[in-house]
């Protein structure tokens, strides 16, 4: 339910669709027909080096050993090689890390270095290093749309994150301005809170957040389901992230005609109602004049998984 895999596992619609076979790896241990799971083992990063057979891969990169994974397989690989960066994590590393990155990526044989962050695009531009900007958003190929009990006088409002923890809440998404929010606005709203993936050992955080900010009876949380499911239940969408590529979420929420409301970090969706990052009195102000910023008129459904697919149709020629 993170962002990466929501893009792949969209893409894969358009790929069948366009007739073009496909394999999936997962850093992870999911897998179907379509999908093998590498259990995150170094020795399938090591085998791959030398098997591989596919006529175009494309790495979806999301850690930090990728960068130097990167460059091997540049200096092995016969085929088209393709790598989406979706993070900005590069701009925000001590200057002797981020040297050791742009070395290695200005020497690796990219057929094709794409950055969903145009923030993280114009930095690697800056550095000599090619690279296209193209988000990641892929629209649902289908939605099963779950009802929520209605709330007498309150309206639900859609804040989601891929993975609690301590240090991400933090630094990322800024989980404590939204608990901030809502307990200034809780007599109107209650926030449907979905998780990407569930982990035991970070409950206890999060309850001792909702016990802190007084919110505990405002908040439903749910896990490890897809957001497009409930966004039609809600008010609008709520994005407080310190750091951010774009904004998937953002698109989700206004192609079905829900307001999208976002911390202004980088460039967001086309619609989206922007306040000051980290700014809880422009937040409040934007959320209680959430009719009067939300012009639907100004949103424009992209099409850069469009554009992704006739990347891979042109390296099949």
């Given at each position: 339910?993170?962002?990466?895999?929501?893009?792949?596992?969209?893409?894969?619609?358009?790929?069948?669709?366009?007739?073009?076979?496909?394999?999936?790896?997962?850093?992870?241990?999911?897998?179907?027909?379509?999908?093998?799971?590498?259990?995150?083992?170094?020795?399938?990063?090591?085998?791959?080096?030398?098997?591989?057979?596919?006529?175009?891969?494309?790495?979806?990169?999301?850690?930090?050993?990728?960068?130097?994974?990167?460059?091997?397989?540049?200096?092995?690989?016969?085929?088209?090689?393709?790598?989406?960066?979706?993070?900005?994590?590069?701009?925000?590393?001590?200057?002797?890390?981020?040297?050791?990155?742009?070395?290695?990526?200005?020497?690796?044989?990219?057929?094709?270095?794409?950055?969903?962050?145009?923030?993280?695009?114009?930095?690697?531009?800056?550095?000599?290093?090619?690279?296209?900007?193209?988000?990641?958003?892929?629209?649902?190929?289908?939605?099963?749309?779950?009802?929520?009990?209605?709330?007498?006088?309150?309206?639900?409002?859609?804040?989601?994150?891929?993975?609690?923890?301590?240090?991400?809440?933090?630094?990322?998404?800024?989980?404590?301005?939204?608990?901030?929010?809502?307990?200034?606005?809780?007599?109107?709203?209650?926030?449907?809170?979905?998780?990407?993936?569930?982990?035991?050992?970070?409950?206890?955080?999060?309850?001792?957040?909702?016990?802190?900010?007084?919110?505990?009876?405002?908040?439903?949380?749910?896990?490890?389901?897809?957001?497009?499911?409930?966004?039609?239940?809600?008010?609008?969408?709520?994005?407080?992230?310190?750091?951010?590529?774009?904004?998937?979420?953002l698109q989700e929420a206004m192609d079905l005609g829900i307001p999208a409301i976002a911390s202004d970090v980088c460039i967001r969706p086309k619609g989206t109602i922007l306040f000051?990052?980290?700014?809880?009195?422009?937040?409040?102000?934007?959320?209680?004049?959430?009719?009067?910023?939300?012009?639907?008129?100004?949103?424009?459904?992209?099409?850069?998984?469009?554009?992704?697919?006739?990347?891979?149709?042109?390296?099949?020629?």
């Open positions: 339910m993170g962002g990466i895999s929501i893009h792949i596992a969209r893409l894969e619609y358009f790929l069948v669709k366009e007739g073009i076979s496909y394999k999936i790896f997962n850093h992870g241990q999911a897998s179907n027909l379509h999908v093998t799971a590498t259990n995150k083992s170094i020795f399938w990063y090591l085998k791959f080096l030398f098997t591989h057979k596919g006529t175009i891969v494309h790495f979806h990169q999301f850690f930090a050993f990728h960068y130097l994974y990167f460059f091997v397989f540049g200096l092995l690989s016969r085929g088209k090689f393709v790598a989406t960066i979706h993070e900005e994590n590069i701009l925000y590393h001590s200057w002797p890390v981020q040297k050791i990155i742009l070395i290695l990526l200005k020497n690796t044989r990219f057929t094709k270095l794409i950055t969903v962050s145009e923030k993280l695009s114009r930095f690697l531009s800056e550095n000599a290093i090619g690279n296209s900007w193209l988000p990641a958003y892929v629209p649902p190929s289908e939605i099963n749309f779950k009802t929520l009990p209605q709330l007498p006088g309150k309206s639900y409002f859609l804040f989601s994150i891929w993975k609690l923890d301590k240090e991400k809440a933090k630094s990322v998404y800024n989980i404590e301005l939204a608990f901030s929010l809502l307990s200034k606005i809780q007599s109107d709203y209650h926030m449907l809170f979905l998780i990407g993936t569930e982990k035991e050992s970070d409950k206890d955080y999060l309850h001792d957040l909702l016990a802190r900010f007084e919110v505990i009876d405002s908040v439903t949380i749910i896990y490890e389901h897809p957001l497009t499911d409930y966004l039609g239940n809600c008010r609008f969408l709520l994005r407080t992230n310190n750091t951010d590529g774009y904004g998937v979420s000051k990052k980290g700014n809880l009195e422009d937040l409040h102000e934007k959320v209680e004049n959430v009719n009067k910023y939300w012009i639907e008129s100004e949103v424009e459904t992209p099409d850069y998984h469009i554009q992704l697919i006739d990347l891979y149709k042109k390296y099949l020629l």
